[in-house]
């Protein structure tokens, strides 16, 4: 069964700071890894997405790692601001023919404090 | 990036009506799209794929008779929340599939908040 779990489900930091989010996964075939961030009653955004190939990519603060081997990614926030207060969901994508199926983790909610 | 939208964010209704929910792809045609539940502090659960053209693709556990899905054109997509219960009070999220360089993407919606009374 495709699963994915992320770490911590919760987390609280002062603004300015640095965090760091889990996710491992058992998700087969893999075909990506997207990070998305999803404010409190809105939509998920996609914040990175990572193939099988790919072991970083950033965008602005948020750099994302994938370990291809180990089945683990992780998304790291520098310099935290208020704004990035949300929940944060690793979603992992298998190829199925021409489509793909996705697993949802259930998220970290990150707040960040003055 | 594409743009998806939902139509009403927020409904409140009584139990035994029902309700539509409206899912829009504003700058894109999409042949595929998606429906979710997700339930506070939960992650988002697949209820559906909407064809455009064809019959709804259920989730097991989800009742097709009650979640009613119509994907009549390549930009919209309902789904009827019929004789809602308090039960169904939960936050509805739509998506659009899009293929871009051979990998293809969901774009969520901002999702409709649902509150049975």
Known sequence: KNQVEQSPQSLIILEGKNCTLQCNYTVSPF???RWYKQDTGRG?????????????????????????????????????????????????????GTASKLTFGTGTRLQVTL | GAVVSQHPSRVICKSGTSVKIECRSLDFQATTMFWYRQFPKQSLMLMATSNEGSKATYEQGVEKDKFLINHASLTL????????????????????RVYLTGTDTQYFGPGTRLTVL
């Open chain 1, 31 to 33: 075909s990506n890894l």
């Open chain 1, 44 to 96: 998920p955004v996609s914040l990175t997405i990572m193939t099988f190939s790919e072991n970083t990519k950033s965008n602005g603060r948020y750099t994302a790692t994938l370990d291809a081997d180990t089945k683990q990614s992780s998304l790291h926030i520098t310099a935290s601001q208020l704004s990035d207060s949300a929940s944060y969901i690793c979603v992992v994508s298998a190829r199925t």
């Open chain 2, 77 to 96: 997509s309902t789904l009827t929340v019929t004789s809602a219960h308090p039960e169904d009070s939960s936050f509805y999220i739509c998506s659009a």
